[in-house]
């Protein structure tokens, strides 16, 4: 079956743009995740959605960092004012619902480059 | 507060030789215990997990890992090397006594399998 998706693949933007990365999960899901990779690091949370609600928001840097998932299924990743720290692989993950025994499922990515 | 140790950024191992990739953690609560393998411009894919019972799982790919829990370990092996499996390794740990449903990475370990 089809995997997770994310959009798109490559976006270069120039500092100070907005940004919008989207994540398509595995359909059936009702967990998903953003987790953030920057070069030579493992994936660092930023927040997660369980249904339509952000149930943890933790992990997200600052105010321009938003995300949304209004129907339970696709989410969009929103970035204001971007800068040049905020160049990485933003990585999107699903599992079938939020109990901790369940893996995830992560998409390709979306590299983001800031210049 | 949760870490996960990968303490070798690089392991070289001759293909058909047996292959380990070290994991250490720390937790406040059970750990729930993942491998994932990133292969270049893909996502994470899942390799296994520990959840509870028998100490030695095993999961996809001729992989299997060793939960020690006195040695806050969770090592990562195969029997015999494939130069396919050259990749790059990830630990991850989801702490029970903290409630949240996020993973947390190592740093992972590049593992190249020489033919």
């Known amino acids: 079956g089809a995997g997770v998706s994310q959009t798109p693949s490559n976006k270069v933007t120039e500092k100070g743009k907005y940004v919008e990365l989207r994540c398509d999960p595995i359909s059936g899901h009702t967990a998903l995740y953003w987790y953030r990779q920057s070069l030579g690091q493992g994936p660092e949370f930023l927040i997660y959605?369980?249904?339509?609600?952000?149930?943890?928001d933790s992990g997200l840097p600052n105010d321009r960092f938003f995300a949304v998932r209004p129907e339970g299924s696709v989410s969009t990743l929103k970035i204001q004012r971007t800068e040049r720290g905020d160049s990485a692989v933003y990585l999107c993950?699903?599992?079938?619902?939020?109990?901790?025994?369940?893996?995830?499922?992560f998409g390709p990515g979306t590299r983001l480059t800031v210049t | 507060a949760q870490s996960v140790a990968q303490p070798e950024d690089q392991v070289n191992v001759a293909e058909g030789n047996p292959l380990t990739v070290k994991c250490t953690y720390s937790?406040?609560?059970?750990?729930?215990l993942f491998w994932y393998v990133q292969y270049p411009n893909r996502g994470l894919q899942f390799l296994l997990k520990?959840?509870?019972?028998?100490?030695l799982v095993k999961g996809s790919y001729g992989f299997e890992a060793e939960f020690n829990k006195s040695q806050t370990s969770f090592h990562l092996k195969k029997p015999s090397a494939l130069v396919s499996d050259s990749a790059l390794y990830f630990c991850a740990v989801r702490d029970m006594a903290t409630g949240a449903n996020n993973l947390f990475f190592g740093t992972g370990t590049r593992l190249t399998v020489i033919p």
């Open positions: 993950a699903s599992s079938v619902t939020s109990g901790a025994t369940y893996e995830q499922y």
């Open positions: 959605f369980q249904g339509t609600g952000a149930a943890d």
């Open positions: 520990y959840i509870t019972g028998d100490n």
């Open positions: 937790v406040s609560g059970n750990p729930y």
